[in-house]
């Protein structure tokens, strides 16, 4: 059974950076495309960013400059630096697979607020 454990999430003023981590288990993680979802308030989940497992990555364009998502397979563990934080990408974010349509239980999540 795969686990998925993201953390580092918090409160931070518009601006700010915070770095997101996504620790999983049970699986054969470094074979996989990784991802980083978010979901607003009253909105679908989305897709923010995503990486393969050779390191090619994809941003939402809402994103773009301001977000890096890497991953650390020797760790099992995907981050996502987010930096020049606006009130709009307050949400809780997941990772998970990505690419493939095919998704591994969904983990718990880490909100991220940004607010003055």
């Known amino acids: 059974q795969v686990q998925l454990v993201e953390s580092g999430g918090g409160l931070v003023q518009p601006g700010g950076s915070l770095r997101l981590s996504c620790a999983a288990s049970?699986?054969?993680?470094?074979?996989?495309?990784m991802g980083w979802y978010r979901q607003a308030p009253g909105k679908q989940r989305e897709l923010v960013a995503d990486?393969?497992?050779?390191?090619?990555?994809n941003y939402a364009d809402s994103v773009k400059g301001r977000f890096t998502i890497s991953r650390d397979n020797a760790k099992n563990t995907v981050y996502l630096q987010m930096n020049s934080l606006k009130p709009e990408d307050t949400a809780v974010y997941y990772c998970?697979?990505?690419?493939?349509?095919?998704?591994?239980?969904w983990g718990q999540g880490t909100l991220v607020t940004v607010s003055s």
């Open positions: 998970n697979r990505a690419r493939l349509g095919i998704f591994y239980p």
């Open positions: 049970g699986s054969i993680f470094s074979r996989y495309s």
């Open positions: 990486i393969t497992s050779g390191g090619s990555t």
